[in-house]
Structure formats: C-alpha cells, structure tokens
C-alpha cells in the first residue's frame, strides 16, 4: 500500500522532474490558446458534488448557429460524429480533452488539428438563442474549461529550489518500483491509450471469436477503424517489428522499469527495430491482419516479462 501511495504522490508532483514550473495565467482564461468561439459565457461551469448527480459539466458560450467553431489547442481528434442526435467533437490534447456540442463536423477522427483550426460549426439545440457547450476532462474527471489549473500558457516562471530535484529523483524512483511491482490504481494513465478508443474486449479468459473455445487474451482490443493511427504509449526503444499468422503485424516497444508495450493487426509499422520513440509518437496504422474479425487494435502491456491488465495502465 505504501507503494501504491508513492505512486499517486509522483503523479501528483510529476512536475518537479523538470525542476521549472509554468505558472498558470489570470484566472479566467479559456483552456489552450484559443477560445472555441467569441461569445460570451451565458451559462458557467458547474460540477455536481457526486458524479450522479445533476450539474453543468462544462460551460455554454454564446453562438449563433453556423458560427465557426475553432480547436482550443493543438491535439487529434477522437471523436467526429453525431451521439444522442447531437454532433459532438472531441480533441485529445495529451492526458486532456476537449468536447465540442453540438457541432456540425468538418474534421475527422485521427486528424491532427492545430490551436485555432476550424472543426465545424455550431448547431442548433442545446441553447435557444445558439451556444456551443464547451467541455475539458482529463480522465474522468470534469475540469472547469475557463479556468486556470491546466499548466498551459505563458504565465510567470519560478524556479523551484535545489532540493526539488532530489525529491524529483526520488519520487521517480517509487513511480519505477511501483511499475516493476504492478502495483498501479485502475486507470492510472501512465501509458497513452495508442489508437483513443474504448475496450471492447477486456483481459483474460474469453471465448475466442474464431476458435469458439475458452482462450487468455493476453491483452485489450481497443475500437478503432482500419487507418486510424497507432501512438507509442510511453516513451521508449522498438525492441521487434514483425509478422505473424496470429498478431499480423506486430510492434513491441521497451520502456523503463522492464515494462513493454505489444500491438497486433496493424496495417504496417513506420518505425524499425532499435529507434528511438516518443510517447504519442505515430509509429503504424489500425488494420486487421492476423487472427482478427475486424479494424481494431489489440494492446498488450508486460512487466519483467509478466503479463497485466493494460486497463490499470490507460
């Protein structure tokens, strides 16, 4: 439990690794670099106190209906399309994300978009004179979108003290224990989820699809369409690019504290075996080669050789 505590207190400061911390700007300011439109706000962010509970998850600005509605900062987007008869959009900037409802798409899933770019236009449907709801989670958690707890802009910089980095060090060191030992929360984060998509079949015993028989899946199948991007989830070093009957095209990828990363039925790999990635790094593209029924990514995450649960992990 100890570790487990460790782990959270190094996500919670990972900031001092860099030793210089960005001071957020005046409070008010809009997530990002650019307002999604110019309106002002007619309803503001308003969090219930438990999730079940009703509230205003995000903030409504004022636009009329066909106003131009602008990405708040550079990412990809995960979601184009129309959910409970509203077009919504969704960028991921990182371990956060934007939503934009109701709007009237111009863009694609998996297209990189930069602060400022036009994503759609605003719908009728969510306020009678015409609003775009705009919204910021990061994981689960709802954040307020005009506020100013994300570490972005240009604020004041501080130097911390010398002894910073020695905390740094030794927070990072439990962070690294903590990974060897597997012992992370449920949806910690630490890895990127590498195509966005939601688990469509979890880790263990399944019934296969194409044997028809109890079978461990050794890892999650993640929804993505054929051509969707695959990002290295950490940074790391390609240990192996290869082909087989069962995973098709396969990628595995060593990170730090002896964890790995595999992704199976890809279309092909743009990197080779020894280079150096980047997490968030496009390093293939979604397909369905190998044992497969269908467009998807199948993701596994090994520890010292040992298989876990990749849900702890994203």
């Known amino acids: 439990m100890r570790m487990f505590r460790g782990f959270w207190r190094v996500m919670g400061v990972s900031l001092l690794a860099g030793v210089l911390l960005v001071m957020p700007a005046a409070p008010g300011r809009a997530f990002g670099s650019v307002r999604p439109v110019p309106g002002p706000v007619l309803r503001a962010f308003d969090p219930p106190a438990k999730d079940w509970q009703p509230g205003h998850r995000g903030v409504d600005l004022a636009a009329k209906v066909g106003t131009p509605v602008r990405a708040a900062a550079a990412g990809r987007v995960s979601v184009a399309q129309v959910i409970g008869g509203r077009g919504v959009v969704t960028i991921v900037h990182g371990d956060l994300r934007t939503t934009y ?12 978009v930069r602060a400022g770019d036009v994503i759609g236009a605003v719908q009728a449907g969510h306020c009678a004179g015409g609003c775009l709801h705009f919204g910021l989670k990061r994981g689960d958690q709802y954040l307020d979108p005009l506020g100013d707890t994300y570490g972005q802009g240009t604020g004041p ?26 012992d992370v929360p449920h949806g910690s984060g630490v890895l990127l989820n590498p195509v966005g998509g939601r688990i469509t079949s979890p880790f263990g015993r399944r019934f ?26 950490a940074n790391g070093v390609v240990r192996s690019v290869s082909y087989d009957s069962s995973g098709g095209h396969r990628l595995v990828i060593a990170h730090a504290g002896g964890l790995t990363t595999h992704y199976l039925h890809a279309q092909g790999y743009r990197v080779h075996r020894g280079q150096k990635v980047k997490r968030g790094q496009v390093v293939g593209r979604v397909g369905s080669t190998g044992w497969s029924t269908g467009c998807h990514l199948h993701f596994t995450v090994k520890v010292n050789g040992r298989l876990v649960n990749p849900a702890a992990y994203l």
């Open 157 to 182: 910089v501080r130097l911390l003290p010398a002894s910073a980095v020695a905390l740094a060090r030794k927070l990072a060191a439990e962070r690294a224990a903590a990974l060897a030992a597997g």
């Open 101 to 112: 409802e109701p709007v009237r798409a111009s863009v694609r899933v998996g297209q990189q």
């Open 208 to 233: 296969h699809p194409i044997f028809h028989e109890w079978r461990m899946h050794e890892g999650v199948d993640l929804q993505a369409s054929c051509g969707t991007p695959i990002r290295a989830a």
